[in-house]
């Protein structure tokens, strides 16, 4: 069962730190984006994908990056996105959970039990 993950609190003997969904998602976000065969990350819902068709853009990207706690408050990571056609998706999909799972736990030093890549499209 998903459980939001608003906000993640450390603490250690020098004191508390808070890190918020928004600060993770917008770290999960670039890192993403700046990847090799990432051509968006873009919302699965049924009227994003009818206006992202119409338009050619993603109008709410942050949809695409769901972050949650499990039951054993294991930090979890479901990406959404849109792959440039021609590239390896295995290759991708591989690169892409490695980049991401680097990048938070560098970030706030919260280990990333489990990131999932879900290829929603493919852009010509």
């Known amino acids: 069962m998903k459980e939001c993950c608003k906000v993640i609190n450390i603490e250690n003997h020098i004191g508390k730190i808070v890190v918020s969904e928004n600060y993770l998602r917008e770290l999960v976000e670039n890192t993403v984006t ?34 949650y706690l499990d039951k054993k408050d294991n930090l979890i990571i479901d990406l959404h996105i849109t792959v ?6 295995n290759a991708v999909s591989k690169s892409i959970s ?8 560098e970030s706030i030093g919260v280990p990333v039990h489990q990131v999932n890549v879900f290829i929603d499209d493919m852009n010509c």
Do not use: M, P, Q, W
């Open 98 to 105: 490695h980049k991401v799972r680097f990048a938070v736990e």
């Open 34 to 67: 700046n990847c090799f065969g990432v051509a968006d990350v873009c919302n699965v819902s049924t009227l994003s994908s009818a206006i992202a068709a119409i338009t050619g853009k993603c109008l709410d990207k942050s949809k695409g990056v769901d972050i």
């Open 84 to 89: 440039a056609y021609g590239t390896n998706i």
